[in-house]
């Protein structure tokens, strides 16, 4: 299926971007507002909706992109990789639920954002230490290109119109 979409998402003039540089990309905008919220007190609760926006997308191609490549031609290894960033992709989704439904002035907002983005930057860690490290062994250079192609077309479809509120939770 990655073979025969992948140009309907790009034209032979644009610069093809692999999968996983277009995830530590995303990887980078997400530190960025977290390191915003960490140097302004008050900045968490306006920045919240951004983060969850940004985390959103970058699941949502994860989930039905990347991970089911990697589930489909990893490694035991790389597997087992890709089934635990699927759980820790769950629970960011509760934590951001949870984040959500807590009083802008209550001391468990500050702590509940706190969690969240330690448990992001745990993920991060693990996918850019581990499983990019891996999957650079197993998945070739060209097949990455595809991937990051269909990855940036969805990304490029859900911004333009659709909404993953409904269907990232």
Do not use: C, W
Not at 37 to 44: L, T, Y
Not at 154 to 163: A, W
């Amino acid at each position: 299926m990655v073979e025969s979409v992948t140009n309907i998402f790009t034209s032979s003039e644009e610069k093809q971007t692999n999968a996983i540089d277009l995830l530590t990309a995303d990887h980078r905008k997400v530190q960025d507002l977290f390191d915003r919220v960490r140097d302004n007190e008050g900045e968490g609760r306006r920045t919240l909706p951004e983060i969850r926006r940004e985390l959103e997308l970058h699941t949502h191609i994860e989930e039905q992109i990347f991970y089911p490549h990697l589930l489909k031609v990893g490694d035991e290894k790389l597997q087992s990789i890709t089934r635990e960033a699927l759980e820790e992709h769950r629970q960011v989704k509760v934590v951001l639920d949870d984040i959500e439904t807590t009083s802008n002035d209550s001391d468990d907002f500050a702590a509940k954002l706190k969690v969240l983005m330690e448990d992001v930057e745990h993920h991060v860690e693990e996918e850019e230490g581990e499983m990019f490290p891996l999957v650079r062994g197993e998945v070739d250079e060209e097949m990455l290109v595809r991937l990051g192609t269909l990855m940036e077309g969805e990304k490029k479809r859900v911004k333009d119109g659709s909404s993953l509120a409904a269907s990232a939770r």
